[in-house]
T-cell receptor, first 113, second 113 residues
Framework: GESVGLHLPTLSVQEGDNSIINCAYS??????FIWYKQESGKGPQFIID?????DKRQGQRVTVLLNKTVKHLSLQIAATQPGDSAVYFC????????????FGKGTMLLVSP | EADIYQTPRYLVIGTGKKITLECSQT?????MYWYQQDPGMELHLIHY???????EKGDLSSESTVSRIRTEHFPLTLESARPSHTSQYLC????????????FGEGSRLTVL
């Protein structure tokens, strides 16, 4: 079936580096994508979203890029900090009519001081 | 901080027991959800609700049931717990018009012996 998945299960970076977390999706009907951050012992937290009529959207220290041609989504975190250590999930709205999200497998980001 | 609360945070029970996981939100959100998440894995939607007296089954089949008698309250019940129900259960809510930004509780981690 349709799915959303991540390329890298674990990403280790040094504090201050830029991080890039990737996500591939397979449902060409998806038109809305969201990144969530989940810290240990907590529920996921919304980071940033992007609609399919955009290629790029920037937030505070984060940028989401969408490449619809290859069905690829990425989250860039600038000047990564230890507090960014968490599992990151991409999610997509599948337009099934029920307006529910499909979450992909997470990528763990480990930031070393 | 999102105003959505789950109790209990941790529960260890024996097989065959009936349990109810509580979820309450004070944001006045119409939509509420229950996700199941195994450690390090993606979130799977098991139930959701559009509002009072509305309940729908999610993508992942579950033996649990839910009810929505009040807007702020969305409890999940397992009539007879089994070891296969061991997992983390995450409750979330969102505004009807905004399906991407879900506000999650901190989760209820259930262990069935």
């Amino acid at each position: 079936g349709e799915s959303v998945g991540l390329h890298l299960p674990t990403l280790s970076v040094q504090e201050g580096d830029n991080s890039i977390i990737n996500c591939a999706y397979s449902n060409s009907a998806s038109d809305y994508f969201i990144w969530y951050k989940q810290e240990s012992g907590k529920g996921p937290q919304f980071i940033i979203d992007i609609r399919s009529n955009m290629d790029k959207r920037q937030g505070q220290r984060v940028t989401v890029l969408l490449n619809k041609t290859v069905k690829h989504l990425s989250l860039q975190i600038a000047a990564t900090q230890p507090g960014d250590s968490a599992v990151y999930f991409c999610a997509e709205n599948s337009n099934s009519g029920y307006s529910t999200l499909t979450f992909g497998k997470g990528t763990m980001l480990l930031v070393s001081p | 901080e999102a105003d959505i609360y789950q109790t209990p945070r941790y529960l260890v029970i024996g097989t065959g027991k009936k349990i109810t996981l509580e979820c309450s939100q004070t944001m006045g959100h119409d939509k509420m959800y229950w996700y199941q998440q195994d450690p390090g894995m993606e979130l799977h939607l098991i139930h959701y609700s559009y509002g009072v007296n509305s309940t729908e089954k999610g993508d992942l089949s579950s033996e649990s049931t839910v009810s929505r008698i009040r807007t702020e309250h969305f409890p999940l019940t397992l009539e007879s717990a089994r070891p296969s129900h061991t997992s983390q259960y995450l409750c979330a809510s969102s505004r009807l018009a905004q399906t991407g930004e879900l506000f999650f509780g901190e989760g209820s981690r259930l262990t069935v012996l």
